[in-house]
Protein backbone atom coordinates (compact mmCIF):
# COMPACT_ATOMS: atom_id res chain seq x y z
CA UNK A 1 0.00 0.00 0.00
CA UNK A 2 1.02 3.56 -0.93
CA UNK A 3 1.18 6.32 1.50
CA UNK A 4 -2.27 8.66 0.75
CA UNK A 5 -0.85 12.04 1.74
CA UNK A 6 -2.60 14.42 0.40
CA UNK A 7 -0.99 17.15 -2.06
CA UNK A 8 -1.31 20.59 -0.16
CA UNK A 9 -0.70 22.57 -3.40
CA UNK A 10 -4.08 20.93 -5.34
CA UNK A 11 -6.10 21.33 -2.08
CA UNK A 12 -5.50 24.98 -1.83
CA UNK A 13 -5.98 25.07 -5.32
CA UNK A 14 -9.28 23.28 -5.16
CA UNK A 15 -10.16 25.74 -2.09
CA UNK A 16 -9.38 28.91 -3.30
CA UNK A 17 -11.37 27.76 -6.57
CA UNK A 18 -14.05 26.98 -4.46
CA UNK A 19 -14.11 30.25 -2.48
CA UNK A 20 -14.23 32.22 -5.77
CA UNK A 21 -17.27 30.01 -6.90
CA UNK A 22 -19.53 30.96 -3.75
CA UNK A 23 -18.48 34.53 -4.30
CA UNK A 24 -19.68 34.46 -7.96
CA UNK A 25 -22.63 32.81 -7.55
CA UNK A 26 -23.33 34.73 -4.07
CA UNK A 27 -23.39 37.85 -6.15
CA UNK A 28 -20.26 38.98 -3.87
CA UNK A 29 -18.70 40.78 -6.68
CA UNK A 30 -17.71 44.57 -6.75
CA UNK A 31 -20.24 46.78 -8.69
CA UNK A 32 -19.75 50.62 -9.60
CA UNK A 33 -22.91 52.28 -10.16
CA UNK A 34 -23.03 54.24 -13.37
CA UNK A 35 -25.26 57.01 -14.36
CA UNK A 36 -27.40 56.59 -17.66
CA UNK A 37 -28.25 59.26 -19.29
CA UNK A 38 -30.89 57.26 -21.44
CA UNK A 39 -32.48 56.01 -17.97
CA UNK A 40 -31.70 58.41 -15.09
CA UNK A 41 -34.10 61.47 -15.17
CA UNK A 42 -32.23 65.10 -14.72
CA UNK A 43 -32.39 66.67 -12.02
CA UNK A 44 -35.44 68.99 -11.43
CA UNK A 45 -34.43 72.64 -11.13
CA UNK A 46 -36.80 75.00 -9.96
CA UNK A 47 -36.81 78.80 -10.02
CA UNK A 48 -36.54 80.52 -6.45
CA UNK A 49 -39.96 80.73 -5.18
CA UNK A 50 -40.96 84.43 -4.39
CA UNK A 51 -41.35 85.31 -0.28
CA UNK A 52 -45.27 86.53 0.19
CA UNK A 53 -45.52 89.54 1.75
CA UNK A 54 -46.67 89.92 5.27
CA UNK A 55 -50.18 91.15 6.37
CA UNK A 56 -51.53 92.27 9.19
CA UNK A 57 -53.99 89.81 11.23
CA UNK A 58 -57.67 91.20 10.98
CA UNK A 59 -58.63 91.89 15.09
CA UNK A 60 -61.60 89.70 15.57
CA UNK A 61 -64.95 91.28 15.49
CA UNK A 62 -67.35 90.88 18.36
CA UNK A 63 -65.12 91.82 20.71
CA UNK A 64 -63.93 88.29 20.83
CA UNK A 65 -66.20 87.29 23.88
CA UNK A 66 -67.33 83.57 23.17
CA UNK A 67 -70.43 82.03 25.03
CA UNK A 68 -71.78 78.75 25.19
CA UNK A 69 -75.05 77.26 24.80
CA UNK A 70 -76.47 79.22 28.23
CA UNK A 71 -75.00 82.30 27.20
CA UNK A 72 -71.91 82.13 29.94
CA UNK A 73 -68.79 83.37 29.25
CA UNK A 74 -66.06 80.72 27.97
CA UNK A 75 -63.10 82.13 30.16
CA UNK A 76 -61.06 78.92 30.01
CA UNK A 77 -60.50 75.48 28.58
CA UNK A 78 -62.27 73.33 31.82
CA UNK A 79 -65.47 75.61 31.18
CA UNK A 80 -67.82 72.55 29.88
CA UNK A 81 -66.54 70.40 33.25
CA UNK A 82 -69.66 72.71 35.00
CA UNK A 83 -72.02 70.34 33.30
CA UNK A 84 -70.72 66.73 34.14
CA UNK A 85 -71.94 65.73 37.05
CA UNK A 86 -70.88 62.54 39.02
CA UNK A 87 -73.22 59.90 40.74
CA UNK A 88 -73.00 56.13 41.92
CA UNK A 89 -69.42 55.55 41.56
CA UNK A 90 -68.37 52.37 42.86
CA UNK A 91 -65.13 50.27 43.39
CA UNK A 92 -65.40 46.65 43.46
CA UNK A 93 -63.29 43.62 43.25
CA UNK A 94 -64.66 40.55 40.91
CA UNK A 95 -63.10 37.70 40.03
CA UNK A 96 -59.51 39.11 41.47
CA UNK A 97 -59.96 42.17 38.94
CA UNK A 98 -60.68 45.76 40.45
CA UNK A 99 -63.35 47.66 38.49
CA UNK A 100 -65.27 51.33 38.84
CA UNK A 101 -68.72 52.21 37.87
CA UNK A 102 -69.84 55.20 37.64
CA UNK A 103 -72.54 57.47 35.90
CA UNK A 104 -72.06 61.09 34.80
CA UNK A 105 -74.58 63.60 33.51
CA UNK A 106 -74.27 65.91 30.84
CA UNK A 107 -76.83 69.25 31.55
CA UNK A 108 -75.41 70.90 28.80
CA UNK A 109 -77.63 70.42 25.41
CA UNK A 110 -75.14 69.24 23.64
CA UNK A 111 -72.61 66.14 23.44
CA UNK A 112 -69.55 66.79 25.54
CA UNK A 113 -66.34 65.19 24.39
CA UNK A 114 -63.44 64.49 27.34
CA UNK A 115 -61.31 62.05 29.03
CA UNK A 116 -61.21 60.71 32.10
CA UNK A 117 -58.53 59.43 34.58
CA UNK A 118 -59.14 57.88 38.04
CA UNK A 119 -56.06 57.94 40.10
CA UNK A 120 -55.41 55.53 43.29
CA UNK A 121 -53.92 56.93 46.46
CA UNK A 122 -52.29 55.06 49.72
CA UNK A 123 -51.47 57.38 52.50
CA UNK A 124 -53.61 60.01 50.66
CA UNK A 125 -50.75 60.96 48.22
CA UNK A 126 -48.94 57.93 46.87
CA UNK A 127 -50.40 57.19 43.81
CA UNK A 128 -50.69 53.62 43.03
CA UNK A 129 -53.32 52.85 40.33
CA UNK A 130 -54.66 54.43 37.69
CA UNK A 131 -57.01 54.04 34.53
CA UNK A 132 -59.19 55.49 31.57
CA UNK A 133 -62.83 55.62 32.02
CA UNK A 134 -64.37 54.18 29.51
CA UNK A 135 -67.75 54.24 27.81
CA UNK A 136 -69.97 51.48 26.95
CA UNK A 137 -68.18 51.33 23.35
CA UNK A 138 -64.91 50.75 24.94
CA UNK A 139 -64.09 54.13 24.10
CA UNK A 140 -61.31 56.36 25.43
CA UNK A 141 -62.24 59.45 23.62
CA UNK A 142 -65.51 59.97 25.78
CA UNK A 143 -68.58 61.30 23.82
CA UNK A 144 -71.23 62.47 26.98
CA UNK A 145 -74.51 62.20 25.28
CA UNK A 146 -77.54 65.32 27.16
CA UNK A 147 -78.79 63.35 30.31
CA UNK A 148 -77.19 60.32 31.91
CA UNK A 149 -74.13 58.18 30.52
CA UNK A 150 -72.46 55.01 32.41
CA UNK A 151 -69.04 54.70 32.66
CA UNK A 152 -66.60 52.40 32.99
CA UNK A 153 -62.90 51.12 34.41
CA UNK A 154 -60.60 48.59 34.80
CA UNK A 155 -57.61 48.80 36.83
CA UNK A 156 -54.94 46.85 36.32
CA UNK A 157 -53.70 46.05 39.79
CA UNK A 158 -52.55 43.25 42.06
CA UNK A 159 -53.63 46.04 45.13
CA UNK A 160 -56.60 45.56 46.71
CA UNK A 161 -58.10 49.06 45.63
CA UNK A 162 -61.76 48.72 47.75
CA UNK A 163 -61.06 50.97 50.80
CA UNK A 164 -58.45 53.70 48.87
CA UNK A 165 -59.31 57.18 48.15
CA UNK A 166 -59.32 57.95 44.66
CA UNK A 167 -59.67 61.14 42.30
CA UNK A 168 -61.66 61.85 38.53
CA UNK A 169 -59.13 63.80 36.95
CA UNK A 170 -60.28 65.28 33.34
CA UNK A 171 -57.39 65.49 30.84
CA UNK A 172 -57.08 68.56 29.68
CA UNK A 173 -54.51 68.09 26.78
CA UNK A 174 -57.75 65.72 25.29
CA UNK A 175 -60.34 68.52 26.29
CA UNK A 176 -63.21 69.10 27.71
CA UNK A 177 -65.42 70.85 24.78
CA UNK A 178 -68.73 70.09 22.77
CA UNK A 179 -68.59 68.06 19.66
CA UNK A 180 -70.49 70.45 18.01
Same mark, same amino acid.
Given at each position: ? &? $????????? *?????FA????? +? /????????????D??????????P?????????P????G??R?D???????? &? $?????YLE? *????V?E????? +? /?????????????????I??F???????V???????G??A????????T???????D???S???LD??????????????G
Amino acid at each position: M &G $DCKPNLKLV *SCYVAFAVLLTC +F /LSGCLVAIPVIRDDITAPPVTEAPTETPAPEPTPSPSSGGVRTDAFGVQIAA &G $DHFIRYLEF *SNVSVYEQSGDT +F /LDAMVTNSYPEPIMCSIIVRFFESGSIEVASANLQAGDGAYALVLAPGTNYLYAQIDTDLSLVELDFELEYDLAVGVQPVG
